[in-house]
């Protein structure tokens, strides 16, 4: 009976491991920051019009602990945020990951700062992080 514990503590860790890799670049977001994610090829318009969205809407990214991430080329960071993601990188996709780390918006479309502060306000971290605010 031993054998099959040890086997099986192995297993898990393995398991574990491979899973922590896949999320590592996002990982260092959790419970700090809400990640808005853009996956598309490098020079991707869409890609580009949501970085414009975000920097021009970035004192309301700011307060509500939103940072920008994007997986754009074929680096080993991007390849494990699309992996994490279920994204494959030849098309555009946006993502808000939450600071929980489940993801809250998933769009093929750029989602204007409006709509992204309507459903993070929504969220109930946020609305406590507002009730504490004030």
Known sequence: MPLPT????????????????????????????RVLVVVAPVGDPAAEEQRRIYNAAAKG?????????????????????????????????????????????SSDKPVSADYLFGKVDAMPMRRDEMRRAR
């Open 61 to 105: 990214m700011s307060e509500r602990a939103i940072v920008l991430s994007e997986a754009l080329d074929g680096s080993e960071r991007s390849r494990q945020i699309r992996s994490r993601l279920d994204a494959d990188g030849r098309r555009f996709q946006v993502f808000l990951v939450g600071k929980d780390g489940n993801t809250a918006i």
């Open 6 to 33: 040890l086997a099986t503590m192995i297993l898990t860790v393995t398991i574990m491991t491979t899973n922590e890799g896949k999320a590592a670049p996002l990982d260092q977001f959790l419970w700090k920051s």
